[in-house]
T-cell receptor
Framework: GQNIDQPTEMTATEGAIVQINCTYQTSGFNGLFWYQQHAGEAPTFLSYNVLDGLEEKGRFSSFLSRSKGYSYLLLKELQMKDSASYLCAVRDSTGANNLFFGTGTRLTVIP | NAGVMQNPRHLVRRRGQEARLRCSPMKGHSHVYWYRQLPEEGLKFMVYLQKENIIDESGMPKERFSAEFPKEGPSILRIQQVVRGDSAAYFC?????????????FGEGSRLTVL
């Protein structure tokens, strides 16, 4: 089975940096994903990690440590539009390709 | 290049009625996934289909729920004899065959309200 944990809510200030953590326990592991979801909208893909280390993409970076079952999403130079839920998801190794999501972290960016 | 299309976007049903949700994957995508999202909760995997085949339905309730992805036409998630607890947003996602990252592309969701 899969168990994915992330904080429920976070608040950060416009222009600041915020780190959203995710820990996971899976029977098999074949990649970790971060998605962004604005209220009432579809989740949109942010990042993918399958090997240990940091993946940087503009203002967003994602880190993975497979031995620790740990990932984080780093958002820099926060903007008001970054207020959204951030979903951590893992893909197991069964080959079915389906993702298992955490409950999401609702980030509120304040002026 | 249209994304994943879901309809209806909003559906209201009374207890005991049937709900039918449709999903057309992105062009060129042959894998379809259905997820359910309850208010304030995460996305819960329900079922994974390829054309004419159910690959993994481990997240699907054993009763009242069924899914199909026919050779022609959209994928359909059917909920029979709906109950209030079925009220949720149902998201469809698709991916191409052989995607190296396995990224899923999500539709806007269908929001079911059971009165």
């Amino acid at each position: 089975g899969q168990n994915i944990d992330q904080p429920t809510e976070m608040t950060a200030t416009e222009g600041a940096i915020v780190q959203i953590n995710c820990t996971y326990q899976t029977s098999g592991f074949n990649g970790l994903f971060w998605y962004q979801q604005h209220a009432g909208e579809a989740p949109t893909f942010l990042s993918y990690n399958v090997l240990d280390g940091l993946e940087e993409k503009g203002r967003f970076s994602s880190f993975l440590s497979r031995s620790k079952g740990y990932s984080y999403l780093l958002l820099k130079e926060l903007q008001m539009k970054d207020s959204a839920s951030y979903l951590c998801a893992v893909r197991d190794s069964t080959g079915a390709n389906n993702l298992f999501f955490g409950t999401g972290t609702r980030l509120t960016v304040i002026p | 290049n249209a994304g994943v299309m879901q309809n209806p976007r909003h559906l209201v049903r009374r207890r005991g009625q049937e709900a039918r949700l449709r999903c057309s994957p992105m062009k060129g995508h042959s894998h379809v996934y259905w997820y359910r999202q309850l208010p304030e909760e995460g996305l819960k995997f329900m079922v994974y289909l390829q054309k004419e085949n159910i690959i993994d339905e481990s997240g699907m309730p054993k009763e009242r729920f069924s899914a199909e992805f026919p050779k022609e036409g959209p994928s359909i998630l059917r909920i029979q004899q709906v109950v209030r607890g079925d009220s949720a947003a149902y998201f469809c996602a698709s991916s191409p065959k052989g995607s190296s990252t396995g990224e899923l592309f999500f539709g806007e969701g269908s929001r079911l309200t059971v009165l």
